[in-house]
């Protein structure tokens, strides 16, 4: 079992920046590749940023890239989403996701843990 535990959301004005933490518990953190993924009220989940087991390949949803950073730190078993330039339509819940495989993919059900979800709202 893997425990993932979100915090770093809150509310910031449009153009301002936030940086979410998921701190991992559990298992090796090292051997699970992390994803980020957000919902909003009546809409379905959504893939924002994955990274591989090394923190050498990232993957980012075409709505964020170039805004938004993942990166993690396999010693403090700890993922990161930095969100800058943050838009009214990047509110929703954020949800940190671990899947038991090296390489990461952007299908939500292809993982296998999940946080509680931090809410991000922003404000125009």
């Known amino acids: 079992q893997v425990q993932l535990v979100e915090s770093g959301g809150g509310l910031v004005q449009a153009g301002g920046s936030l940086r979410l933490s998921c701190v991992a518990s559990g298992r090796t953190f090292s051997n699970y590749a992390m994803g980020w993924f957000r919902q909003a009220p009546g809409k379905e989940r959504e893939f924002v940023a994955a990274?591989?087991?090394?923190?050498?390949?990232?993957y980012y949803a075409n709505s964020v890239k170039g805004r938004f950073t993942i990166s993690r730190d396999n010693a403090k078993n700890t993922v990161y989403l930095q969100m800058n330039s943050l838009k009214p339509e990047d509110t929703a819940v954020y949800y940190c996701?671990?899947?038991?495989?090296?390489?990461?993919?952007?299908?939500?059900?292809?993982?296998?843990?999940w946080g509680q979800g931090t809410q991000v709202t922003v404000s125009s």
């Open positions: 996701a671990a899947q038991d495989r090296t390489i990461a993919t952007p299908r939500w059900y292809e993982y296998d843990y």
């Open positions: 990274i591989n087991w090394t923190g050498g390949s990232t």
